[in-house]
């Protein structure tokens, strides 16, 4: 199967190395020079606890026109790169191209698939969330760890034809995988749970490490019980937020050297996700007229960082807190 991947990172690096072990052939899209060149030059290369480094032979161009039309697309990159990936799809993308969004957040999946109408209303977008994590070490070189569970399903609909063909591939690669006919259930559980990522961005904390510090793992619960009280006005009331905790907590554990999206991107100086995570949470419980305290603490504290390294304008870093 021919599969394009619009991403270079960490999770875009992971699943297309397990897709190409999987026999598919995959070309990486994306926007850096030198990890496009060392993935041509070199490979890429995945490292995972227990086991030998793989190398796999990669693809790798900035110019989505010159790879053709793909059966299934795979957009890996940050929410806010969204716009900027619809440009990038366009030439890979027939009508019965497969269109999966793994984005973290809220409203990528939208993006897509306002622009994509044809493969929208025939069932081939499909929005996915995954818990495995890994972390960028160098261009074409990256640490898988954590093989969590993956979930898909239907961005409209309830045909889930389009879900189980990607679930398939994942469980080529050797993946879990499944597949939910309330995907936006899903989704919103996971961006609940990702206000943990601003509790790694703001301490500093590898994963296993907030839940062996009482104070760290007690916040941890705290804000995913807050998160999930918005979600459950939104109308997700089958979400257990009990179960919630857990499962995060769970995840965290077993990845004593994983380092959050979140924490990564300010190891690294860039821009976070703050918007479509802890902001999406904000938006909504504004909405609905919900206090949401210590989404909105966190907030501010990664966009005021944002605002000092320069990749916010003071102006807006002065209204942190508040979700335009």
Known sequence: MRIGIIGTGAMASIFGGGLIGAGHEVVFIGKNAATIAALNEHGLTVDRD?????????????????????????????????????????PLIAPETSIVTLQNGVGAGEIIAAAFPENLESGKIVKGVTYQGGTVLAPGHVYHHSTAAT???PFLGADTAGAKKVAALWTEAGWAASITDDIDAEVWKKVVVNGVNAIAATTGLPSRAMTESPAVRQLVEDIV?????????????QLDERQAVADILRVLAETPDGRTSMLQDIDA?????????????????????????????LYTQVIQWEVAQGLRSPRFGAGAGTVN
């Open 269 to 297: 100086g860039r821009r976070t996700e703050i918007d479509v995570l802890n902001g999406a949470v904000i938006e909504a419980a504004e909405r609905l007229d919900i206090d949401v305290p210590l989404n909105r603490a």
């Open 225 to 237: 019980l807050e998160g999930m009280a918005v979600a459950h006005a939104l109308g997700y009331t």
């Open 151 to 153: 979930l898909f399903g």
């Open 50 to 90: 227990g086991s030998p480094s793989s190398n796999y032979a990669a693809s790798a161009t900035i110019d989505a026109a010159s790879v053709g039309i793909c059966d299934i697309v795979l957009v890996l990159v940050k929410a806010y790169d969204t716009p900027a990936a619809v440009s990038a799809l366009v």
